[in-house]
T-cell receptor, first 114, second 113 residues
Framework: AAGVIQSPRHLIKEKRETATLKCYPI?????VYWYQQGPGQDPQFLIS???????DKGSIPDRFSAQQFSDYHSELNMSSLELGDSALYFC?????????????FGPGTRLTVT | GQNIDQPTEMTATEGAIVQINCTYQ??????LFWYQQHAGEAPTFLSY????GLEEKGRFSSFLSRSKGYSYLLLKELQMKDSASYLC??????????????FGRGTQLTVWP
């Protein structure tokens, strides 16, 4: 079965640079979630989109922005990168944002800021 | 956070049974998920409970008591490959928090031969 695809899998950037992470949800899934997981930490919710509209916003810095496109893929744009942004960034998708909708996670993008 | 608590570490031997507990605050509860995560990899969905009772899926079972704000994940016939972190995640129904999951810190399970 098709899974969530994320690219790139690994990314190394320097401080103050920008990065763009991409997520392709499971076919027919209309909701995308972004989570950040620091070393030894639990995943923290950043932002989500349902039918191309932002549906929820968590602890996402103002330096980050995201959107969902007409083909339902999503991009997380990160600017003025800081050392503390080094983390695993997971995208998850589900069919409908509501009840009974399991979230399936992609393999993640490991971002290292030097 | 949402007071999602689970033990930090557990150990067990191959073939044994282990129960990983999770407690959470009950206000606005709208579903509980268990995920397995190997180091550096994505969380893998294991189970979902929204009503009281036991959900069984092969060697894994998950139980929920909504009134007590309590769940457990039961792993039977443990195998070495079950060594991983097990994340309890809760969805709450509050305002605009539609669908987001709140995760516990995870329970690192080590299975010994």
């Amino acid at each position: 079965a098709a899974g969530v695809i994320q690219s790139p899998r690994h990314l190394i950037k320097e401080k103050r640079e920008t990065a763009t992470l991409k997520c392709y949800p499971i076919p027919r899934h209309d909701t995308v979630y972004w989570y950040q997981q620091g070393p030894g930490q639990d995943p923290q919710f950043l932002i989500s989109f349902y039918e191309k509209m932002q549906s929820d916003k968590g602890s996402i810095p103002d330096r980050f922005s995201a959107q969902q496109f007409s083909d339902y893929h999503s991009e997380l744009n990160m600017s003025s990168l800081e050392l503390g942004d080094s983390a695993l960034y997971f995208c998850a998708s589900s069919h409908l944002a509501g009840e009974g909708s399991e979230q399936y996670f992609g393999p993640g993008t490991r971002l290292t800021v030097t | 956070g949402q007071n999602i608590d689970q033990p930090t570490e557990m150990t067990a031997t191959e073939g044994a049974i282990v129960q990983i507990n999770c407690t959470y605050q009950t206000s606005g509860f709208n579903g509980l998920f268990w995920y397995q995560q190997h180091a550096g990899e994505a969380p893998t969905f294991l189970s979902y409970n929204v009503l009281d009772g036991l959900e069984e899926k092969g060697r894994f079972s998950s139980f929920l008591s909504r009134s007590k704000g309590y769940s457990y994940l039961l792993l039977k016939e443990l195998q070495m490959k079950d060594s991983a972190s097990y994340l309890c995640a809760v969805r709450f129904h509050r305002g605009s928090t539609l669908g987001r999951l709140y995760f516990g810190r995870g329970t690192q399970l080590t299975v010994w031969p």
